[in-house]
């Protein structure tokens, strides 16, 4: 299982309304797994497994929540998945001029 937390840092609350991707990576590419739009809390929790270990993505459209003129119009985290049947949760902590991202638990 995967899941995911977007925080803004800028207003001291949670990132609600964030479209989020999961990616698998397969051959030269990535297919997606699922999709999510973060709650009011700032959590999509229905982002599932990934097909097998391997390599996971994550895509934000940090542009549909900080607006068109957003710096980083997009995030994407790659990272690896060793055991797909675990849980990894992987926030995103988010700025108008800067994000960053930790294993979370």
Do not use: K
Not at 73 to 93: K, S
């Amino acid at each position: 299982m995967i899941t995911t937390h977007v925080l803004d840092l800028v207003h001291g609350r949670p990132a609600a309304g964030v479209a989020v991707v999961l990616e698998h990576a397969a051959g030269d590419g990535w297919v997606a797994v699922a999709d999510a739009v973060t709650d009011d809390d700032g959590r999509a929790r229905e982002l599932g497994a990934p097909p097998g270990p391997g390599r996971c993505r994550l895509r934000f459209d940090t542009a549909g929540y900080l607006g068109p003129d957003a710096f980083f119009p997009a995030v994407t985290l790659e990272f690896a998945v060793a055991d797909p049947a675990g849980h990894l949760h992987v926030p995103l902590l988010l700025s108008a001029y800067g994000y960053s991202t930790y294993r979370g638990s």
